[in-house]
């Protein structure tokens, strides 16, 4: 194919499909499950996919959803990058990358997404899925492994700052930096993901899960997850763990 090429789609019963053009799939709502070569994950508006040339993919839905779809010409896309996509099929959606899917799905919902706009903009949305920054002495590591540990915990700012051993405008700094995020972002998703696998993996009560993952309630994990990825706890439970069976 010569230009990239976009689109808004929504997903219902398994579908497979496998073509000779690369692929994103950018969830804007809802959840999908799609399996790549065998290798299977859950898309939502915090994690996209990448397919490669070639390789058949299925993915099927239970709940609304709509995705921005990306076709592109892998061999105009730098190797680099090529590698990094490779490396991770399924990749985290950061706040930058997020920015850019909103922006393109509003485009294309507007018949605004012209092949000069795509040009520009599959660069900038393929690096920022892909970068990683080069931080070998990483100075949040000791103290995200920390919290990723205990997410029930009261984090805030302050003793999250203080765990890292710096002052709160040098945790945001660093955070920005390292992650181009906020501590309280990083730490939202961090608690959802974790959640997330929960529900798929275990039957524990969604109420104590909340409690777990640092919510106040179900009620307040039910918000939280309905702002990020359009789903409730027990419907994406349901959908998850059907799947897994």
């Known amino acids: 194919m010569g230009s990239p090429e976009i689109d808004l789609r929504s997903y219902g019963d398994p579908f497979s499909d496998a073509h000779d053009h690369a692929q994103m799939v950018l969830p804007l709502s809802g959840a999908l499950t799609l399996d790549i070569d065998g290798c299977g994950d859950v898309l939502h508006p915090l994690r996209a996919a990448f397919i490669a040339p070639g390789l058949v993919h299925t993915q099927f839905s239970r709940q ?21 996509l490779a490396e991770r099929p399924f990749t985290a959606i950061s706040a930058a990358s997020a920015k850019l ?32 920054p ?3 002495a990483s100075r949040l590591q000791v103290a ?66 909340a409690i777990q993952a640092g919510y106040a309630d179900q009620s307040a994990l039910t918000h939280a997850m309905r702002r990020a990825m359009d789903i409730t706890p027990l419907a994406y439970r349901k959908q998850n763990q059907t799947k897994i069976r």
Do not use: Y
């Open 101 to 132: 899917v909103d922006f393109i799905g509003l485009m294309r919902r507007q018949g605004l997404a012209s092949p000069e706009v795509l040009a520009n903009w599959t660069p900038l949305l393929l690096e920022a899925l892909t970068a990683q």
């Open 144 to 209: 995200l492994t920390r919290i990723e540990a205990q997410p029930g915990q009261p984090w805030h700012t302050d003793s999250m700052a203080k765990l890292a051993c710096m002052s709160v405008s040098s945790l945001h700094r660093v955070f920005r930096d390292e992650l181009d995020t906020t501590p309280l972002a990083w730490l939202n998703a961090m608690r959802l993901r974790w959640v997330c696998r929960q529900l798929a993996e275990s039957s524990v009560p969604i109420a104590q899960l």
């Open 134 to 136: 080069v931080r070998p």
């Open 64 to 84: 609304p959803n709509v995705s921005v779809i990306l076709d592109f010409d892998l061999t105009t896309v730098p190797a680099e990058t090529v590698a990094r």
